[in-house]
């Protein structure tokens, strides 16, 4: 079981019984300071594939090693940039990559790790072999530092990744921790509820995902460390799922820290607007609370210290 007792109980709950498995975790993909959360451009710190060969066509850009990439809109991952595929799941397409990370990276035939491969150190370009070209499925940025349990964040600079425990899929992955939020609120809080309900959501699901980042000491049953899981033990995670509405609301309060006593806030939350299980008044908020604040034009961050108490907003 994940060592935060506590279980947030999502939106998703009200309508399904999920089942509260023990604490699990996946290895996703890592992104650096000077990096967008997979934007489609190859930024510094990032190993991209082109949809084409001589790296040209469409770019899906990552910053940490990826399993398996899916093969199905809308959880797959894409080429993101401009360009002729854009759009096309990235697993069995891509023709040749750019390595701009500081890491040699291994492309498999298969995915988890498997099968021929082919090594692009620091700084290479290239096409794919014949073996690879259009039949790729994973790749791992090879030495300690891809796989380490330690956050680079603190309780004043946010984490640049999270290691995020995919239960179903019974994997880590490491993944760009503002993607991470981004597609964590659609989940937790209804898109078309108020922007300032959605802007109280963001930093809230942001703030509890840093938290952990920093606290969790949670291992999967083979030993791999992870922060949060992708079920209502954490916070519900699914990729792609992130909307316009919301995305709007993360980009608008990215920059707000929410802290007590100098420490990022477990931001606990859940859907009741009456008591949550056991946890004490003053160290969760309500979702629907603060749809209905929001309805009466309340601030985001008067929703915040009204259930929060105690904090700082930075």
């Not at 910053?63 to 809308?74: H, I, L, M, N």
């Not at 921790?177 to 609120?185: A, H, M, Q």
Request: hydrophobic share 30%; net charge positive.
């Amino acid at each position: 079981m994940s060592p935060r007792i506590t279980r947030l109980i999502s939106r998703f709950a009200a309508v399904t019984t999920a089942a509260v498995l023990g604490g699990a975790a996946l290895a996703a993909t890592a992104t650096p300071a000077s990096a967008a959360a997979r934007n489609g451009v190859c930024q510094t710190g990032e190993f991209c594939y082109y949809f084409n060969s001589n790296t040209k066509g469409s770019v899906s850009d990552f910053t940490g090693s990826v399993g398996d990439y899916a093969a199905k809109q809308p959880s797959c991952y894409d080429f993101k940039g401009k360009g002729a595929g854009k759009g096309t799941c990235v697993k069995n397409h891509a023709a040749s990559v750019w390595n701009r990370s500081t890491k040699t990276v291994r492309v498999y035939f298969n995915s988890n790790y498997k099968g021929t491969y082919q090594d692009f150190k620091p700084g290479a370009k290239g096409n794919l072999k014949a073996a690879l070209k259009n039949q790729n499925a994973s790749h791992k940025f090879l030495g300690k530092s891809s796989n380490s349990c330690l956050s680079d964040g603190t309780n004043t600079r946010v984490p640049k990744t999270i290691l995020v425990y995919r239960q179903s899929l019974n994997r880590v992955d490491r993944v760009s921790f503002k993607y991470y939020v981004k597609n964590v609120l659609p989940n937790e809080w209804y898109s078309n509820w108020p922007k300032e309900s959605l802007r109280a959501g963001a930093i809230a699901v942001k703030n509890f995902g840093w938290y952990w980042s920093l606290n969790s000491a949670s291992k999967t049953p083979s030993g791999k460390c992870y922060d949060v899981t992708d079920h209502t033990t954490s916070q519900v995670y699914r990729p792609g799922s992130a909307t316009a509405a919301t995305n709007a609301a993360v980009d608008a309060t990215w920059n707000t820290e929410m802290t007590r006593n100098g420490k990022i806030l477990q931001a606990q939350y859940c859907q009741t607007t009456t008591a949550c299980g056991h946890w004490v008044t003053g160290n969760w908020m309500s979702q629907n609370g603060s749809r209905d604040k929001a309805r009466a034009g309340w601030s985001h961050s008067r929703i915040l210290k009204y259930y929060y108490r105690n904090i700082v907003l930075r």
